[in-house]
């Protein structure tokens, strides 16, 4: 008997009102259709994956900037040239260069080279996006114009480590990846 | 003019008359009057529905659709902008698990098609067959065709292993990772000793009926 009175107040309910009942069924529609994408948009404004893709497109494109910065030299404009490697540095390595300012400046005002760098490709390894580090890899082709000859162009595969400082990527070491035994790890 | 007048308040009337028997009818639920319904209520069953009035209700819960309608497209809107970031539309590192299996794959591949020995062609011949689509067959042929010619000559091993190597992209069925690696030859006499060279690339993948396959090898115009 009280199984069937659902049924029985649902036909009773259409036959009394059959536009109230409909619109109901419509309103419970769009209550199904308002929660579902409630919850979609929370979750999408609560995606860290979202922030996490940016702060690793951030970290590449300040690691291509930095690593063709740091080959980048024109012994005609070294002050701006060096001013420029040390602000896209940080940490140790930013230390080394302010440490071999001196001396480089001197060997590349002798040499009277001019080198120019092209990323060619690049990639994040690793990213630790609270505690701001990252590295990269970096396909690097370096041209050098020396006085008298014709340029020579040089592929190098570049490791980069950065650090997140005050909101801005910078390259805190940067190596070659090694040839040979040594670098199988 | 009078007439519109008197129009105008009869209708007003008509409308404010039954308001006060609506409030009335909501605000007391005890019956007054003994009405079927009434008696079904005071006995504890539910009414089946209350009677009176069915606009107003009718009224509320198209106003409530409508609002909520218009919730679930603004919401939908809010969600797909929020997700449509051009950085999250590469999954690299953001999808973990998918971003160490292509790395995985990648180390295997490179491995796989650049390492060659004279006592077992068939590998080398095994992995171009299994693994690349497209113009990666004439790029790996371009790359490895003299090579490995030198090395069915010469009775040389060359083994090439990852070093390092990182997603670049992932998006979809499509991938490409770069890549740090090292090839070694050497010859079983003992000849030259092993020989040691660095290579950088990038290989391109893309996922065909669940396979992923090498698509291009880029060597960035060497």
Redesign the interface.
């Given at each position: 008997m009280p199984r069937t009175r659902p049924h029985h107040?649902l036909r009773?309910?259409l036959v009394?009102?059959p536009?109230?009942v409909a619109?109901?069924a419509?309103?419970l529609v769009?209550?199904g259709?308002?929660a579902?994408?409630?919850v979609?948009?929370y979750?999408?404004?609560h995606?860290d994956?979202?922030a996490?893709?940016?702060e690793?497109?951030n970290a590449l494109s300040a690691g291509e900037q930095s690593v063709q910065n740091l080959n980048t030299l024109d012994h005609n404009s070294l002050e701006r040239g060096l001013d420029l490697w040390e602000s896209s540095t940080t940490g140790e390595l930013h230390s080394q260069l302010v440490a071999g300012r001196a001396k480089f400046e001197e060997q590349v005002r002798q040499a009277k080279t001019v080198s120019t760098a092209k990323v060619?490709?690049?990639?994040?390894?690793e990213?630790d996006d609270r505690a701001g580090r990252a590295r990269?890899?970096i396909?690097l082709?370096v041209t050098v114009r020396a006085p008298g000859g014709e340029a020579s162009d040089k592929?190098s595969?570049m490791?980069g480590e950065l650090t997140r400082t005050e909101g801005h990527w910078k390259l805190s070491a940067l190596g070659q990846?090694?040839?040979?035994?040594t670098?199988?790890? | 003019m009078s007439t519109t007048r008197h129009h105008i308040n009869r209708t007003r009337r008509l409308a404010a008359a039954p308001r006060p028997r609506r409030l009335e009818a909501v605000a007391e639920p005890k019956p007054v009057r003994k009405r079927p319904v009434d008696r079904k209520a005071a006995t504890g069953q539910s009414s089946?529905?209350p009677?009176p009035r069915?606009r107003r209700?009718?009224l509320v819960?198209?106003a409530?659709?409508?609002l909520?309608?218009a919730?679930?497209?603004w919401?939908?809107a809010?969600?797909?902008a929020?997700?449509d970031?051009p950085?999250?539309r590469?999954?690299?590192?953001?999808?973990v698990a998918r971003t160490s299996e292509i790395k995985g794959r990648t180390d295997k591949a490179v491995a796989d098609l650049f390492s060659y020995d004279y006592a077992h062609p068939e590998a080398a011949r095994k992995a171009v067959s299994s693994l690349l689509t497209g113009k990666a067959v004439a790029q790996h042929q371009q790359l490895l065709g003299g090579v490995l010619a030198q090395a069915r000559k010469s009775k040389a091993v060359i083994t090439t292993?990852v070093?390092?190597?990182?997603?670049?992209r992932i998006s979809g069925d499509r991938a490409r990772?770069?890549v740090?690696a090292?090839q070694s030859s050497s010859t079983t006499h003992g000849k030259s000793g092993t020989a040691?060279?660095?290579a950088?690339f990038?290989v391109e993948w893309v996922r065909q009926e669940g396979r992923w396959l090498v698509s291009g090898i880029?060597t960035?115009g060497?």
């Open positions: 107040l009773a309910a009394a009102r536009l109230l619109a109901l419509l309103l769009a209550g259709f308002a579902r994408s409630g979609s948009w979750r999408a404004a995606d994956s979202a996490y893709a940016v690793r497109d060619l490709s690049g990639a994040v390894t990213l990269v890899l396909a082709r592929d595969r490791l990846a090694p040839v040979g035994d670098s199988a790890d | 089946v529905i009677t069915p209700a009718l819960v198209c409530l659709t409508l909520l309608g919730f679930a497209g919401a939908h809010r969600a797909a929020e997700r970031v950085a999250a590469n999954t690299a590192l953001t999808d292993t070093t390092e190597s990182a997603v670049e990772v770069l740090f090292d040691y060279a660095g950088m990038a880029d960035f060497r």
